[in-house]
């Protein structure tokens, strides 16, 4: 196997990246090649240089990330997952963009072995590997330099630079010193509507520089890989900052037609296009050209160093005095076995916000599930986040358990998911309810990717009180309620508030707590979370069934009362989470929903989507006002009387 490639194979590898990256969308009618052809030779750099990665072993903890947050690209790491036999053959190139492929359109992990992040709308992969640059060092701190020492590189463009989240993200970082953070900026120009003049005039490497970071003017040498090699090599000396290398780049280089134009960017080069930059990069002009003495030479390569870089590493690990039970629960984003046994329980008639019972369950279960970094934007004290003795996670104290993202929450929601897609973290973070809309995209893509981060969202609806309908959201429940594959708990009390903590370390996924800001009854036993929702008051004949979530239900059961004393039987459901309901079997949801009996929901927010459930909904249809919390509820009909009244129509209706 060689050691090595020639300059020949190296210089036949680029002209077969760029080759792909023109055939792949030619042949889908869709696609970008600009970006991917411009930027071959920095891959082929990074892939067969410079990057510590194992094809064999794809999961090694220990490799190091790599993230193509332009990912419109996508092309270019498919086509260097190929070379390096990631598991992609010509195939896979060749079904770019079809359906049911391992070469979507956008980079997805989960779906395709090495992409680390599903990286999709611009600004996004940036932020996560924000993320999994603190997540390393972190992990390195936790378990020592001999088991834990690698970098994140992420190849970012204009667009990724133009979006806010950039702003945040590398603000974080700069702040956080991360030094084991190495950003190429494609810097070519280009946008889909023209070049970058049309709206775009930031000095961008002052701005960096501004925030903190270590800033290198590379110029046009795009296609010097010796050059790109030094200049990462440098970059990864570097101990105090994080690197942005500036590369000024040439989009559909060297195609005769397109090179430095915006329609190399979204457009496919027609056929006779292709056929004239395959002639200048002097390769046959055949489709999807790959000898096969160059690619088991390169997947060689590949597969030597990783080898070689995984078995020292695996020496170093048997070694080590790192605890196995914890660097298990690290990897696997849970707990120690048992680890249950220390969270708290309340007794019924307390009265605990439920965003306070989170706060005492993160604090219990700190030294048995040893992957928690918990942290909030700027509200770590008001949503639960705040994290017992320990110290805040810096430069200074790299060990640090404690978050601080400043008032960053676009930035805070994509950092995460970068923890948790890097492994061995495992992240919760909070802010108000109401700025939801803020992390939409990133929680949008935890779902998507199955990112295991614990949102924690508090102030969860018009209890807010005094702050007025710009932070009472009514709405938000209902819209994360849509978004497939997130998980949604919003606990009754703080007996539920535990085991949806419980349910969200055991869930492989993303996972949506929703909080109360006042105080709530306790007035179950937290066994409603596992399956969804459960009957918490059981009448002998039932008339109808009350149905709640949140504070809610504590108002359900003192209407439940009163409904008895008036001599009207009712049920009391306590369901905090709607897909988990929807996962059980049919029988067991008659048994909590009865065919035949009325179903009254009462939730403070939208009614939108009760439907399904209920035959009349008491709920929040309007936007809320600026009063004592208690007074607002009171006004927009989340009261006791209420509840009384429509059940007892309901239960009067059905005779």
């Known amino acids: 196997m060689p050691t090595t490639l020639t300059n020949e194979q190296q210089a036949a590898a680029i002209s077969l990246i760029r080759g792909f990256a023109m055939d792949a969308p030619l042949k889908a009618k869709s696609g970008h090649q600009g970006t991917a052809m411009a930027l071959a030779p920095l891959a082929h750099v990074l892939f067969s240089r410079v990057m510590r990665h194992d094809p064999a072993n794809p999961h090694w903890p220990d490799r190091d990330r790599f993230v193509l947050s332009n990912g419109h690209a996508s092309i270019l790491q498919y086509s260097m997952l190929y070379l390096t036999g990631y598991g992609l053959e010509l195939d896979d190139i060749e079904a770019f963009r079809q359906w049911d492929s391992l070469t979507p359109g956008h980079p997805e992990a989960e779906l395709t072995v090495g992409i680390e992040v599903t990286t999709g709308p611009l600004g996004q992969g940036f932020a996560n590997a924000v993320g999994m640059a603190i997540a390393e060092r972190r992990l390195r701190t936790q378990f020592g330099d001999d088991v834990i020492n690698h970098h994140t590189f992420v190849i970012a463009g204009d667009g990724c630079f133009e979006e806010g989240i950039s702003h945040e993200a590398a603000s974080l970082a700069g702040h956080q010193k991360l030094a084991n953070l190495i ?18 005039s930031d000095n961008v490497g002052m701005r960096f520089e501004a925030y903190g970071w270590n800033v290198v003017h590379l110029g046009e040498m795009a296609d010097d890989c010796d050059g790109l090699e030094a200049a990462l090599v440098a970059a990864r000396a570097v101990t105090d900052k994080p690197t942005l290398l500036i590369l000024r780049s040439r989009i559909g280089a060297p195609s005769p037609d397109w090179t430095d134009k915006h329609e190399a960017h979204g457009n496919p080069f027609t056929a006779e296009q292709v056929s004239r930059t395959k002639a ?72 605990v916000p439920t965003r306070v019972a989170i706060e005492k369950a993160f604090n219990a ?88 981060v614990v949102f924690v969202w508090t102030h969860d609806s018009v209890g807010v009180g005094e702050d007025g309908p710009t932070h009472q959201p009514i709405e938000q429940l209902a819209t994360l309620r849509a978004i497939p594959h997130l998980q949604v708990i919003r606990p009754a009390d703080a007996n539920e508030t535990v085991a949806a903590w419980k349910a969200a370390v055991a869930h492989n996924g993303p996972t949506a707590l929703v909080l109360s ?79 035949g009996l009325p179903v009254l929901s009462v939730e403070a927010g939208v009614t939108f989507g009760w439907e399904r459930y209920a035959d009349e909904s008491i709920g929040i249809d309007r936007f809320g006002a600026s009063a004592p919390g208690n007074v607002v509820m009171d006004k927009l009909g989340i009261n006791v009387a209420n509840v009384v009244a429509a059940a007892t129509r309901l239960a009067q209706a059905k005779g």
């Open 183 to 200: 950003c190429v900026y494609d810097d070519n120009h280009i946008t889909i509507d023209g070049n970058t003049s049309l709206a775009y």
């Open 280 to 351: 200048v990069m002097g390769i046959p002009d055949e489709p999807f050209w790959a000898p096969v003495g160059l690619v088991t030479a390169y997947r060689s390569l590949a597969s030597e160093r990783g080898a070689a870089e995984f078995e020292q590493w695996s020496k170093r690990k048997a070694a080590s005095s790192i605890d196995e039970a914890v660097w298990d629960a690290c990897w696997g984003a849970t707990g120690i076995a048992g680890w249950e046994s220390s969270l708290p329980t309340f007794e019924q008639g307390e009265k």
């Open 365 to 452: 279960s700190l030294d048995r599930v040893p992957g928690l970094l918990a942290g909030a934007a700027d509200l770590t004290g008001n949503t639960g986040t705040k994290l017992a003795g320990q110290e805040a996670q810096s430069f200074e104290h790299p060990g640090g358990r404690q978050m601080y993202y400043g008032i960053r929450e676009h930035a805070m929601g994509s950092t995460m998911v970068g923890m948790a897609r890097h492994g061995g973290i495992l992240p919760a973070g909070g802010t108000f309810f109401v700025f939801l809309d803020y992390m939409r995209p990133s929680v949008r893509l935890a779902s998507l990717s199955h990112a295991k």
């Open 517 to 595: 800001r006042q105080a709530v009854t306790v007035c179950t036993d937290g066994s409603a979370v596992e399956p969804g929702a459960a009957v918490i008051r059981q009448a002998e004949r039932p008339q109808v069934v009350l149905v709640g979530t949140g504070s809610e239900v504590s108002l359900c059961v003192e209407a439940y009362e009163q409904l008895a004393a008036a001599g009207i039987q009712a049920n009391v459901v306590s369901m905090p989470s709607w897909d988990r309901f929807a996962a059980q079997d049919a029988s067991y949801q008659d048994d909590v929903l009865p065919a």
